[in-house]
């Protein structure tokens, strides 16, 4: 049905103008080069003028926001993800993203970005507390893990939303830490143990001797497994985690300790492209489980993982007391650990981790 102008005869604001009695309203306004008008009625609400008045305006703002934004409103979640992740390509996102595959896709993926609201996080968080998708986790997920997927991977891609205009405001994401901190047991004798370990079972494999040993001093998982050649300078002894690599999105360059520089002197492979490739598909390893077994069992840390490694090493280091809070959060590519760090403390991670590495052996 054509629209009649002349029916609206009061101007209400910049581009709204209201019929005789102010239940039907004219929105009427450009967007770039394009032309937009509605007729929006509210003859059927029980609503005062002000009401009106207050919904005319904010149908306007939401009109607008609409005729701005190249991303529908009704894209679900699992649209937006692969949009996010393909626009965001990194190695940590990448690793958020078989997150958000595993726990949140399978229970908000098909709904509509602009209809998630706090009770569907909520629902994500009940699920992983009662069930995980793992041994370790069968009977409900970590904090830590919950915290990665509702945090680091859900609560991104919301603010991506936003950012486009496609939700007006971002649902609270929280995740209160109810983990008791991890408490080390005997911490220097398990690192020396770990690593006579590691220089035992392979003293003849330079790829796992120098895999193993990263962790050992520090390095997270996905750091090593994302390291090039081209990060490692043999001739200043140092080693750069690249920012799209780090998990603080910041580029680190550390001391490259002498253990881990035999190690990859000695692999015999083309020094081009990632460190750390399968020789059987020429692409990154995944978590060398079964190695990590073997690391467990011959030391005799049987609680041991990954992320321990850098448990271990920062308590065996706090043991000894003569390695100072800032020099430590440095080593272990932290981007601060307090208020005074944070304001008045410039981490130096080039020489802070020379210095642990001269401590650890």
């Given at each position: 049905m054509a629209i009649n102008k002349k029916d609206f005869i009061h101007k209400v604001a910049t581009n709204i103008k209201a019929n005789k009695t102010y239940n039907k309203f004219l929105l009427d306004f450009r967007n770039e080069e394009k032309?937009?008008?509605?007729?929006?009625?509210?003859?059927?609400?029980?609503?005062?003028?002000?009401?009106?008045?207050?919904?005319?305006?904010?149908?306007?703002?939401?009109?607008?926001?609409?005729?701005?934004?190249?991303?529908?409103?009704?894209?679900?979640?699992?649209?937006?993800?692969?949009?996010?992740?393909?626009?965001?390509?990194?190695?940590?996102?990448?690793?958020?993203?078989?997150?958000?595959?595993?726990?949140?896709?399978?229970?908000?993926?098909?709904?509509r970005v602009v209809d998630i609201k706090a009770v569907h996080i909520d629902t994500i968080r009940t699920k992983m507390k009662s069930k995980g998708h793992s041994k370790q986790t069968k009977n409900g997920c970590s904090d830590r893990t919950i915290k990665k997927a509702l945090v680091q991977c859900l609560k991104p891609i919301m603010e991506y939303a936003y950012d486009n205009r496609v939700i007006e405001y971002v649902p609270k994401i929280a995740v209160k830490n109810t983990a008791q901190k991890k408490?080390?047991?005997?911490?220097?004798?398990?690192?020396?143990?770990?690593?006579?370990?590691?220089?035992?079972?392979y003293k003849d494999d330079c790829f796992y001797r120098s895999l193993f040993l990263f962790a050992l001093y520090g390095r997270r998982l996905n750091e090593i497994l994302t390291l090039e050649w081209k990060d490692v300078n043999f001739e200043n002894n140092t080693y750069t985690v690249q920012a799209h690599n780090s998990k603080n999105k910041q580029q680190y360059t550390y001391s490259l300790p002498h253990p881990i520089k035999g190690a990859?002197?000695?692999?015999?492979?083309?020094?081009?492209g990632l460190i750390f490739i399968s020789f059987v598909t020429g692409k990154k390893i995944t978590t060398p489980k079964r190695q990590l077994e073997r690391v467990k069992e011959l030391s005799g840390v049987e609680e041991l993982t990954f992320h321990l490694f850098r448990h271990i090493l920062t308590s065996a280091l706090a043991s000894k007391g003569n390695v100072s809070n800032v020099m430590l959060s440095a080593s272990l590519g932290h981007q601060d650990f307090t208020t005074v760090t944070k304001h008045y403390a410039t981490l130096d991670h080039t020489s802070s981790s020379n210095e642990v590495n001269s401590i650890v052996g």
């Amino acid at each position: 049905m054509a629209i009649n102008k002349k029916d609206f005869i009061h101007k209400v604001a910049t581009n709204i103008k209201a019929n005789k009695t102010y239940n039907k309203f004219l929105l009427d306004f450009r967007n770039e080069e394009k032309r937009i008008t509605r007729v929006i009625d509210y003859s059927d609400k029980d609503w005062t003028k002000k009401q009106r008045l207050e919904a005319i305006t904010i149908e306007l703002a939401t009109l607008r926001r609409r005729s701005n934004n190249s991303i529908p409103d009704t894209i679900t979640i699992d649209a937006l993800a692969d949009i996010y992740y393909r626009l965001n390509d990194s190695s940590w996102n990448r690793e958020l993203k078989r997150v958000f595959e595993l726990h949140i896709s399978p229970t908000i993926g098909k709904k509509r970005v602009v209809d998630i609201k706090a009770v569907h996080i909520d629902t994500i968080r009940t699920k992983m507390k009662s069930k995980g998708h793992s041994k370790q986790t069968k009977n409900g997920c970590s904090d830590r893990t919950i915290k990665k997927a509702l945090v680091q991977c859900l609560k991104p891609i919301m603010e991506y939303a936003y950012d486009n205009r496609v939700i007006e405001y971002v649902p609270k994401i929280a995740v209160k830490n109810t983990a008791q901190k991890k408490t080390i047991t005997n911490p220097i004798e398990k690192l020396s143990r770990l690593f006579n370990a590691i220089n035992e079972l392979y003293k003849d494999d330079c790829f796992y001797r120098s895999l193993f040993l990263f962790a050992l001093y520090g390095r997270r998982l996905n750091e090593i497994l994302t390291l090039e050649w081209k990060d490692v300078n043999f001739e200043n002894n140092t080693y750069t985690v690249q920012a799209h690599n780090s998990k603080n999105k910041q580029q680190y360059t550390y001391s490259l300790p002498h253990p881990i520089k035999g190690a990859l002197m000695g692999l015999q492979v083309s020094r081009n492209g990632l460190i750390f490739i399968s020789f059987v598909t020429g692409k990154k390893i995944t978590t060398p489980k079964r190695q990590l077994e073997r690391v467990k069992e011959l030391s005799g840390v049987e609680e041991l993982t990954f992320h321990l490694f850098r448990h271990i090493l920062t308590s065996a280091l706090a043991s000894k007391g003569n390695v100072s809070n800032v020099m430590l959060s440095a080593s272990l590519g932290h981007q601060d650990f307090t208020t005074v760090t944070k304001h008045y403390a410039t981490l130096d991670h080039t020489s802070s981790s020379n210095e642990v590495n001269s401590i650890v052996g």
